[in-house]
T-cell receptor, first 115, second 113 residues
Framework: GAGVSQTPSNKVTEKGKYVELRCDPISGHTALYWYRQSLGQGPEFLIYFQGTGAADDSGLPNDRFFAVRPEGSVSTLKIQRTERGDSAVYLC?????????????FGPGTRLTVT | TQLLEQSPQFLSIQEGENLTVYCNSSSVFSSLQWYRQEPGEGPVLLVTVVTGGEVKKLKRLTFQFGDARKDSSLHITAAQPGDTGLYLCAGRAGGTSYGKLTFGQGTILTVHP
């Protein structure tokens, strides 16, 4: 079946602009995760959803970052007033929930560049 | 805050050599996963280890979870150029943070023909 898909694959925006990044999880996966990966680093957790609700948003760096998952499937990560430091690859993952070990499967990522 | 320290950060070897990558923490994890990532792609899950002392094999790759579930290792036998990539370990704490993965910094492996 289809894996996790993310759009766009690349996004270039100017400092101060608003961006939205989209994630389509694997069909049937009720848990969805967002991570951010800077060059040469491992992914850093941002937020995860269990169904429609954010179960843990402790990784969001500040209130410019917000994510939604209104119908429990597709999720959108929203970044307001972008800064050059927001440039990174944003990864989305999904997993079956309700049963350990909650293996996460990743999409290809969206490379965000803030100029 | 849980941290995973991965070593070495870079590894450059010749085809046919063996290698080991280490992943260490002072924290206990309920499970630990190893991923491989290629440029421009997302991490691909290789294996999940759950039980302390567990050993899993995937062809030429051997994964071990420490007895105390604080560390793990990945051993590759007779490395091939196709093994080149970024290897990441990631731990899951469990409890109320069960969904969150904490990643190591990664090991960039280059296998020369």
């Amino acid at each position: 079946g289809a894996g996790v898909s993310q759009t766009p694959s690349n996004k270039v925006t100017e400092k101060g602009k608003y961006v939205e990044l989209r994630c389509d999880p694997i069909s049937g996966h009720t848990a969805l995760y967002w991570y951010r990966q800077s060059l040469g680093q491992g992914p850093e957790f941002l937020i995860y959803f269990q169904g429609t609700g954010a179960a843990d948003d402790s990784g969001l760096p500040n209130d410019r970052f917000f994510a939604v998952r209104p119908e429990g499937s597709v999720s959108t990560l929203k970044i307001q007033r972008t800064e050059r430091g927001d440039s990174a690859v944003y990864l989305c993952a999904s997993s079956l929930s309700g049963r350990a070990p909650y293996e996460q499967y990743f999409g290809p990522g969206t490379r965000l560049t803030v100029t | 805050t849980q941290l995973l320290e991965q070593s070495p950060q870079f590894l450059s070897i010749q085809e046919g050599e063996n290698l080991t990558v280490y992943c260490n923490s002072s924290s206990v994890f309920s499970s630990l996963q190893w991923y491989r990532q290629e440029p421009g792609e997302g991490p691909v899950l290789l294996v999940t280890v759950v039980t302390g002392g567990e050993v899993k094999k995937l062809k030429r790759l051997t994964f071990q979870f420490g007895d105390a579930r604080k560390d793990s290792s990945l051993h590759i036998t007779a490395a091939q150029p196709g093994d080149t990539g970024l290897y990441l370990c990631a731990g899951r704490a469990g409890g109320t943070s069960y969904g969150k993965l904490t990643f190591g910094q990664g090991t960039i492996l280059t296998v020369h023909p």
